[in-house]
Nanobody, 123 residues
Framework: VQLQAFGGGLVQAGGSLRLSCAASGRTFSSYGMGWFRQAPGKERDFVAAINWSGVNTYYADSVKGRFTISRDNAKNTVYLQMNSLQPEDTAVYYC?????????????????WGQGTLVTVSS
């Protein structure tokens, strides 16, 4: 399985970015997907997750109402739309593919990880 995340970059506070993660290697539509992030000097944290069908989504409290996770099973791609970005959102963002079709906030619920894409939000 390969996961390739892209779409990161530098944005001013209040701005938006859309991350994408393209998956290959197994049936994408059978697995939940998630986004995590790791800020400099901190542990990796859960951001958002989505189940296999896209019906069920989950968010960290810190991003609820600002970020939206979605997926396109025809394109084997999961997205993270990030609005109203703040400097505290600065981190490397990782996409991950779940062990099952259910979305989960737990890191151990994922067995494949992308390489990460850096998001930097300037104040």
């Amino acid at each position: 399985v390969q996961l390739q995340a892209f779409g990161g970059g530098l944005v001013q506070a209040g701005g938006s970015l859309r991350l994408s993660c393209a998956a290959s290697g197994r049936t994408f539509s059978s697995y939940g997907m998630g986004w995590f992030r790791q800020a400099p000097g901190k542990e990796r944290d859960f951001v958002a997750a989505i189940n296999w069908s896209g019906v069920n989504t989950y968010y960290a409290d810190s991003v609820k109402g600002r970020f939206t996770i979605s997926r396109d099973n025809a394109k084997n791609t999961v997205y993270l739309q990030m609005n109203s970005l703040q400097p505290e959102d600065t981190a490397v963002y990782y996409c991950a593919q779940g062990r099952t079709g259910w979305g989960t906030i737990r890191e151990d619920g994922y067995n494949y990880w992308g390489q990460g894409t850096l998001v930097t939000v300037s104040s």
